[in-house]
């Protein structure tokens, strides 16, 4: 009969608390401590020596000292420790028990018995000591890759919220910049999300206003509410993308252009669920798109003008040379004394003269319309200006409209450019007509006015100022008009009634010639338009008109060399300067003047040239004649300056220039006084 071993209860108690207390230890080197401290107190066990995995302790006294060659004596299949390191001898009185849970072995408990009989009822309980250290081990090595795990997804996590956040703010200062806001809704509960930039798109708060497909209808301008209601309908029941413009009411008051671009939203079946997408304000794009369009337009009528100016000038180009064999005939006629002329012809020559001049004042319109005149300044009296032309402006009115002239007593002496202001007249009394389809009075009066430095234009000065004015009582012109009427191409004439270039052209002269215009209008009771030019005193440069026929006139003996395309010019021309007294030699061409220059015997003192010829022009011509005859003079004639002088390549010192068509005294005095210079045509 086997004798059951007395345990020591005390050695099972000890061994009891030693597994209870295995939780408490803080790392796998206290929980060696601990079991080698109480392993070592086990009945018949002299030494125990832990090993984890090549870190070894045992107990002897109150040190922990490794014991490598035990560890490399302890190497089998089951356990590979760190048999490299440790190539010492197995010891025989060492017992080994494994640390070793279902998934892997962790390391060994070496016993050093002193009396393997007294230990053996000991061993189941080492034995289990020993499975629940390394059960201890893998619990704590795995809950310390857990959360060494769970530490990196906390932070994988507070990585990507801080990513997401950045974006989200990114996603809102780009939207703010690009003014774009987003939207999201459902169809089955009738929701809409918007954005924080999608309220601000329409100036909204979002604690005041909530997006509803009802209170987003009340911002919808009402031309536009139904289609795009509608094509948002559309869209969610075809189920294909949105991209529609519209207006929506801010809540400044502004009426701004918005655009959705948008996608329909579906479930895992396919069916429409929703829509997101954006809005964007577009309002500065559409208002870019109208200013293209606009100076588009304008450009057109800019090409339409120039082509009109083109033509206009060459028409009065052609035209001059006519007047000047109408006006050089007729003066030729006006010349001739005693019985040479029938008394009863001498006025109806003189009728043709006046109506010659008139022509010569349209031609002048005509090239200063295409801006192909010089500036004219000359002092003149406004009331005159007005006075001849009171013929004119009554044609220009509907019968259905009383045109009355207000004139001041005294004579309103200004220095300008005539035509600049007669062509201002005129436009603003056709703006007025335009303004008074029913009728009514239009006022066309004069004043003297002394204005003070705050009641002129920035660049004008103050003193005393010839006040033209044309007053309507016509549909008058809206404050917001009224800011624009000076634009170039601004017009509220329906399309084909009006460039928008008459006040624009009126503007630009009176300034042009140091005055200003002002405007005084209220809608539905006409408008009053006023031209401000400085009034100067009259003096012996007076504008009373004298009869040039009585006039003594400016005669020699010299011999001209008159060139002109033109055979009524070169004519006309030439009968006049007999009557002055010079001999006159004719050439019909440049190169025929050349020839006579080359060829003619005598001295000629004066070339007088037309500018504008097939050949060459008027200046080269003068150029090569100059070479030929170093001390010849030169007078060159145009129907306008511009040509013949543009930019500074031109020497104006050596040629004096005259206007077609020039009156014959005026001919006769620079001619005089051309010969009489003492200076050349040389340079």
């Not at 560890?71 to 494994?98: K, L, M, N, Y």
């Not at 206003?209 to 209808?217: N, R, V």
């Not at 100067?536 to 026929?549: A, D, F, G, I």
Request: charged share 25%; proline share 4%; glycine share 6%.
């Amino acid at each position: 009969m086997n004798v059951q071993p007395t345990l020591d209860p005390a050695a099972l108690g000890r061994i009891l608390l030693l597994q209870s207390t295995l939780p408490v230890a803080t790392d796998e080197n206290r929980l060696m401590e601990m079991v080698a401290y109480g392993m070592s107190a086990l009945p018949g066990v002299a030494e125990c020596l832990v090993c984890i995995e090549g870190t070894t302790v045992d107990i002897r006294g109150s040190s922990r000292t490794p014991k490598a060659e035990l560890c490399a004596a302890a190497v089998d299949d089951a356990f590979t420790g760190c048999a490299d390191s440790c190539p010492v001898a197995w010891e025989e009185s060492w017992h080994r028990i494994v640390l070793r849970t279902s998934r892997r072995d962790y390391g060994s408990l070496f016993l050093n018995l002193e009396d393997s009989e007294v230990f053996e009822p000991y061993s189941a309980f080492a034995n289990n000591t020993a499975n629940l250290v390394a059960l201890h081990i893998e619990n704590d090595r795995t809950a310390a890759e857990l959360n060494a795990l769970n530490r990196g997804l906390d932070q994988q996590v507070r990585d990507r919220t801080q990513q997401l956040q950045a974006s989200e703010t990114h996603l809102r200062e780009a939207q703010k910049v690009a003014r774009i806001g987003s939207f999201e809704g459902e169809i089955a509960n009738n929701s809409l999300w918007w954005s924080e930039e999608l309220y601000l798109l329409f100036g909204l708060d979002p604690e005041h206003f909530a997006p509803t497909k009802e209170h987003f209808g009340e911002l919808l301008h009402p031309e536009d509410k139904e289609s795009y209601l509608a094509a948002i309908s559309e869209s969610l029941e075809l189920g294909k993308d949105l991209k529609k413009t519209f207006r929506a009411k801010h809540t400044s008051g502004e009426w701004r252009h918005y655009e959705t671009t948008a996608k329909v939203s579906k479930n895992n079946k396919g069916a429409v669920i929703g829509l997101r997408g954006t809005v964007q304000d577009i309002t500065e794009r559409k208002l870019a798109e109208a200013e293209k369009k606009n100076l588009q337009t304008h450009l057109r009528h800019s090409q339409k003008m120039d082509a009109v100016g083109q033509l206009a000038a060459g028409v009065a180009h052609e035209f001059n040379n006519i007047l000047v064999g109408i006006l050089g005939n007729a003066d030729l006629l006006l010349l001739t004394t005693g019985d040479d002329l029938p008394e009863n012809y001498r006025q109806p020559i003189k009728d043709i003269e006046r109506a010659g001049t008139r022509a010569a004042d349209l031609t002048k319109q005509l090239l200063s319309f295409a801006r192909k005149k010089s500036p004219d300044v000359s002092l003149f009296d406004v009331n005159r200006v007005i006075s001849d032309h009171t013929g004119l402006l009554r044609r220009l009115v509907h019968t259905n409209i009383e045109l009355q002239f207000h004139l001041a007593s005294d004579p309103l002496m200004t220095r300008a450019d005539e035509s600049n202001v007669e062509q201002a007249i005129t436009n603003l009394v056709l703006n007025a007509r335009d303004a008074m389809p029913n009728g009514g009075t239009l006022t066309v009066q004069t004043d003297s006015k002394n204005l003070a430095a705050n009641e002129v234009a920035p660049s004008c000065q103050p003193g005393d100022y010839a006040r033209l004015s044309v007053i309507d009582e016509g549909c008058g012109i809206t404050p917001e008009d009224k800011e624009r009427i000076f634009e170039p191409f601004f017009t509220t004439k329906q399309i084909g009634k009006g460039t928008g270039l008459g006040l624009s052209t009126v503007f630009a002269d009176v300034k042009s010639n140091g005055g200003f215009i002002t405007v005084e209008s209220c809608v539905g009771h006409g408008t009053t338009f006023c031209i401000h030019l400085p009034q100067v005193e009259e003096t012996t440069e007076t504008t009373v008109t004298k009869n040039k026929h009585t006039s003594p006139l400016d005669s020699g003996n010299e011999t001209i060399l008159v060139c002109d395309d033109e055979d009524i010019v070169l004519r006309s021309v030439s009968a006049l300067l007999n009557t002055f007294g010079y001999t006159v030699i004719c050439a019909h061409s440049p190169h025929e003047a050349i020839d006579i220059a080359k060829t003619h015997a005598g001295k000629i003192s004066l070339l007088l040239t037309d500018f504008a010829m097939p050949e060459m022009d008027g200046l080269q011509l003068s150029e090569q004649i100059t070479q030929l005859l170093p001390e010849i003079k030169i007078i060159v004639t145009s129907g306008y300056a511009e040509d013949v002088s543009q930019g500074d390549q031109v020497d104006k010192t050596h040629f004096e220039f005259i206007q077609k068509p020039a009156p014959y005294d005026l001919l006769s005095q620079t001619i005089r006084k051309v010969l009489d210079d003492g200076t050349t045509s040389k340079k």
